[in-house]
């Protein structure tokens, strides 16, 4: 098993050689995707030689990309914001296209007097670009003059244009007339021999660059073009945008026949090197890979189409601003920052992740450094995972009701606009940038690993690597989401206890290497920071404003008949946030429908907690429900204690919850202890 387990990986990391990296392109994404859903599933052809060739065939993939004509332009970005004169970009800038560019961000945005108005001009107190030129994640693995190097210039939005500024906590705002979506930015192109040929398309204003360092202001009232010239190689073009005017952004290159033929080869390329790298070493079970491909084409497709909340963002290519203020901003910026440092050789301050002691949710900057160290400047690895999520939910409600539940099930999932088991709610986390999503799909990936792996809860696949996958990914989702902790703690221990029954010492050393990841939090607190918290410092004090104290006075309160109390009101209000919310939902109109949900969740909640008795009572047959169902209620404990209530906080509690009623009542239907599992 070992082996087969290096094998994938191995044969992964030579079809992503095979493609590139950065990973840019939704098409790139998507065939790594599927080559990876066929690894997966996909059975090990014998033969050690066969992972040679393959590396052979790479390795001339790779050198024949190398040697095609690729346009290679130097490319300049930043937002232009300006408040004083003598700032970076004033310094930097040819002196005609800074005064033009400043003459109309005025007349858009007119200049104040200090102090600012805060609700017309907050962005002010939040600074303007302190260089130049803004780095980008894409010259992590691709070294840039400036910015980054470009093949392909086609943008008509600033989500599309992939700026990584946009992001930058460094611009925090959140209220006023310059919005965050709509930030003004600029763009310098210098063109290259090999885009002799081409033309730029463009509507609006740019300078474009003559000899002895003379610009010509071009002003297309339509989208028009100019062809490149040899005298244009090695000249600059200036463009700046302000999508709060002009709606609309419309800048491309439309490339030679030359770069056309080149960039049409490398697609080629790629994907004959990775299908050959996976026709050389596994071959497929089709029912199996075509149905886990139809679940995750299904998935993806609603993702991308999915626009009824957080309009304006999306997972995917393009890259929007996260909402200012906004824990989304944090991650991704945070992300960005450390991934750059990772690729200057700067590992362990990377490692860091900018608080020396945590204080924020630590592990969702981890997920968007290896983003964007693997995809630059998009989305399209959350996108990618999230996914994954109605994938791993059927094969755990396969496991625990059989296939037919599972079917059922994973198209309510996709197709319910409200409450909890909705994918829909999955997409919105994770379009906000919150972590709720991945480590909610980690989590469930783990208990499907653990019940697969443990004879005692019907599971007949025994595998150390899977039992040591299954602990690192609830170790990962933990360090997402620290409110997962209990019911983490709650599987390792249970998985243990089930191990050692058995006298299988090798899956609790397996499970316990794998949970060990999470020791990375105490570690870092007290390497970096010299103090010792668990997870992090907010965790030990402002996250948990209730105690089990709390709870003890009102209790009294209550025997002795004061209701009226502030510490029965307190816990009411508590209980109420936590119980008393219908949650997610599309959109206003659909609250009734919301309640009726909520009524079904809360007698999920209750048949869920009756299960939990029945099992401690020694009344219940079918080990792996009860695990789920403590699974459940633990995932619910911390709602009790926690400072906000907000329905998210719950969302893998309540999805898990009504998963124990759907089993529950589909075995009951039957009589049976648990399902037999059908492929």
């Known amino acids: 098993m070992v082996v087969s387990v290096l094998t994938r990986l191995i044969a992964a990391a030579l079809v992503v050689a095979a493609i590139g990296v950065p990973v840019l392109e939704t098409w790139e994404a998507l065939f790594l995707a599927a080559i990876f859903l066929a690894l997966m599933f996909g059975e090990l052809k014998p033969g050690r030689w066969r992972l040679g060739v393959a590396a052979g065939l790479v390795l001339a993939v790779v050198g024949l990309k190398s040697v095609l004509p690729r346009a290679d332009i130097a490319e300049a970005h930043n937002a232009f914001m300006v408040i004083h004169d003598g700032e970076a970009l004033q310094r930097g800038l040819p002196t005609d296209v800074f005064r033009s560019w400043r003459a109309q961000f005025d007349a858009i ?266 995809f630059g400047d998009t989305n399209l690895f959350y996108a990618l995972l999230v996914a994954c999520v109605p994938l791993i939910l059927f094969y755990l409600m396969r496991h625990l009701a059989g296939i037919r539940a599972a079917w059922a099930i994973t198209g309510i999932f996709f197709v319910a606009v409200v409450g909890n088991l909705s994918y829909l709610q999955y997409i919105a986390n994770a379009k906000l940038g919150y972590g709720e999503a991945l480590a909610s799909g980690l989590f469930l990936l783990g208990l499907l690993a653990m019940l697969r792996t443990q004879t005692g809860w019907g599971g007949t696949e025994r595998s150390l690597p899977v039992v040591w996958g299954a602990g690192a990914a609830l170790a990962a989702c933990m360090f997402l989401r620290p409110n997962y902790a209990l019911a983490v703690i709650w599987l390792g221990a249970a998985y243990t206890w089930a191990s050692l029954k058995h006298r299988d010492v090798g899956s609790v050393i397996a499970l316990g290497l794998g949970l060990g990841l999470a020791l990375w939090m105490p570690f870092h607190n007290w390497y970096y920071g010299g103090e010792f918290y668990l997870i992090s410092a907010s965790g030990s004090s402002y996250s948990l404003s209730l105690g089990v104290g709390d709870y003890v006075v009102a209790l009294g309160d209550i025997l002795r008949g004061r209701l009226d109390s502030e510490a029965v009101a307190v816990i009411s209000e508590q209980l109420k946030g936590w119980l008393w919310d219908p949650g997610f939902l599309v959109r206003p109109g659909l609250w009734p429908l919301a309640w009726a949900a909520h009524a079904v969740k809360l007698l999920a909640l209750i048949v869920t907690c009756w299960v939990v008795v029945r099992w401690v009572a020694g009344r219940l047959l079918g080990t792996d429900l009860a695990v789920v169902a403590v699974a459940a209620v633990t995932l619910h404990i911390p709602m009790l204690f926690t400072y906000t209530t907000h329905y998210r906080y719950a969302m893998l509690g309540w999805d898990l919850a009504l998963v124990v009623l759907i089993v529950w009542f589909v075995r009951s239907a039957i009589g049976a202890r648990r399902l037999p599992r059908t492929v």
């Open 109 to 374: 945005y007119p200049p104040d007097r200090y102090p600012y108005d805060a609700e017309r001009s907050q962005w002010r107190t939040d600074g303007v670009p302190e260089t130049l030129f803004a780095p980008s994640s894409d010259s992590i693995w691709r070294k840039a003059k400036y910015s980054r190097q470009v093949d392909v210039i086609n943008f008509q939005s600033l989500g599309e244009f992939r700026g990584g500024f946009s992001n930058e906590i460094h611009y925090n705002f959140w209220s006023g007339e310059l919005r965050r979506e709509s930030m003004p930015f600029y763009v310098m192109y210098e063109l290259t021999a090999a885009t002799v040929g081409s033309r730029l398309a463009w509507q609006g204003q740019v300078f474009w660059e003559h000899t002895y360092g003379r610009f010509e202001e071009i002003v297309h009232d339509v989208t028009a073009e100019r062809v490149i010239t040899e005298e244009d190689a090695g000249k600059r073009v200036y463009a700046v945008f302000f999508p709060k005017r002009d709606g609309e952004l419309n800048f491309r290159m439309e490339p030679s026949l030359k770069l056309r033929l080149a960039g049409w080869t490398d697609v080629l390329l790629s994907i004959v090197g990775g299908i050959l790298v996976l026709m050389l070493t596994f071959r497929q079970r089709r029912g199996t890979y075509l149905r886990a491909l139809s679940i995750f084409a299904v998935g993806y497709l609603l993702m991308a189409s999915f626009v009824g909340i957080s309009e304006g963002k999306y997972l995917g290519m393009s890259y929007p601003p996260h909402g200012g203020g906004d824990d989304g901003l944090v991650h991704e910026s945070w992300g960005r920052e450390m991934a750059m440092l990772a690729g200057q050789g700067e590992i362990v301050e990377a490692l860091q992740g900018i608080e020396a002691v945590y204080w924020f949710t630590p592990g969702t900057r981890y997920f968007r450094m290896v983003e964007k160290l693997g």
